[in-house]
């Protein structure tokens, strides 16, 4: 992975600006944290290795960190934009990205990148309320193979339209997608809701272990899913003990 590669084709003036590149790290959410606690470093700030040893996904899941794909971090300075609808950027920036390449990607609330109903990128979150807060994303781009248990769940930009990829050209661009929806006018919920399958399907879910079907209706004004379940309205807020199905 070369700098040069990824400043020519970068166009975005915040997002990526400044970065640095390791070989390999443990998380790159772990190690932006501590390397801006030790020196701040700017708005937009990015964080890339070739390869994680210890990558994180949501819920504490270990995400499968292999070379050839993408692993960066990105610093948020606190402000008015980090709110609940933080997350939905960065899955309809890369879901917008996939299909400029041809690749039917959609999202799955609140922040999965599916292509069918495999997923092809982990979005993690994490910061300190009220200081700052990082955006951690692997994105699945040029592997062609996944560990057992992945296999049925997991797939690639190069699987899916038999390519070979430049991993500079690839963050490049979606660095670019991102910090115009982030900064842009834009509306976030019609962006994400265009772009997602969700709307208006039953769907089968799973909260804290009790199963039920229920029909998606959109998102709140503050990103949360909305739902119709036994003929009543509900706001789903919290994605931790939520399963959602990817049958639909």
Not at 23 to 45: V, W
Not at 101 to 124: F, M, S, T
Request: charged share 25%; proline share 2%.
């Amino acid at each position: 992975m070369t700098t040069q590669s990824i400043q020519e084709k970068l166009k975005s003036q915040i997002l990526g600006k400044e970065f640095s590149c390791l070989l390999e790290t443990d998380s790159t959410n772990a190690r932006l944290k501590t390397l801006h606690e030790r020196q701040a470093r700017p708005n937009g700030f990015m964080l890339i290795a070739e390869k994680q040893s210890q990558g994180k996904g949501t819920d504490g899941n270990v995400w499968a960190s292999e070379k050839g794909n993408i692993y960066a971090s990105i610093l948020f300075e606190h402000s008015n934009k980090i709110n609940t609808l933080f997350p939905l950027y960065p899955a309809v920036a890369l879901a917008k990205t996939l299909n400029n390449y041809q690749i039917e990607a959609h999202v799955k609330w609140p922040n999965d990148v599916l292509v069918g109903q495999k997923k092809i990128a982990g979005i993690l979150c994490e910061g300190v309320s009220g200081k700052y807060m990082i955006m951690g994303i692997g994105i699945n781009v040029n592997q062609t193979t996944f560990p057992n248990h992945l296999s049925d769940i997991a797939t690639s930009a190069k699987l899916e339209s038999g390519l070979d990829f430049s991993i500079e050209e690839f963050l490049a661009d979606f660095l670019n997608e991102y910090e115009t929806l982030f900064y842009g006018k834009g509306d976030i919920i019609k962006e994400w809701c265009h772009i997602s399958r969700m709307i208006g399907k039953k769907i089968s879910i799973s909260q804290d272990g009790k199963k039920k079907e229920v029909e998606i209706s959109g998102l709140s004004p503050e990103g949360f899913l909305q739902i119709i379940s036994e003929g009543k309205s509900e706001t789903l807020m919290a994605r931790r003990g939520l399963d959602i199905s990817v049958n639909y």
